[in-house]
């Protein structure tokens, strides 16, 4: 099994846990959707599997203020560079140098100004 269908085969039976978890029917309404939702967003499995995504994501959100695939790239070629090193480093940003690199690209640098040194 390849690591992303291993991955969601995990979380899948993740779900099955929590739902088989939450009793009758009737009881499933509103109150447990809040503790569901919390399950879900705390899960250690599913920060690891998005958090890298999100983080590369969030730094051409901020720095680029562009989606990865708008110009000048025209498709994710870069945003999957960054997140495979990103990968590389176990998701430790500082080592794989991935907000330097983005703060001392020629992109950023036009953008907000040359660079002081």
Do not use: C
């Amino acid at each position: 099994m390849r690591g992303s269908d291993n991955r969601d085969h995990v979380l899948r039976n993740k779900r099955y846990r929590i739902i088989g978890s939450m009793g009758p029917l009737a009881l499933r309404l509103s109150t447990k959707r809040a503790s569901v939702l919390r399950s879900v967003a705390e899960d250690a499995d599913l920060r690891t599997a998005e958090f890298n995504k999100a983080f590369v994501l969030m730094q051409y959100f901020g720095y680029l203020r562009r989606n990865p695939d708008e110009a000048p790239d025209t498709d994710f070629a870069g945003y999957n560079f960054w997140l495979n090193k990103l990968n590389q480093f176990n998701g430790n940003f500082v080592q794989a140098e991935l907000v330097k690199a983005f703060i001392t690209s020629a992109e950023y640098r036009q953008r907000f100004g040359p660079l002081v040194q």
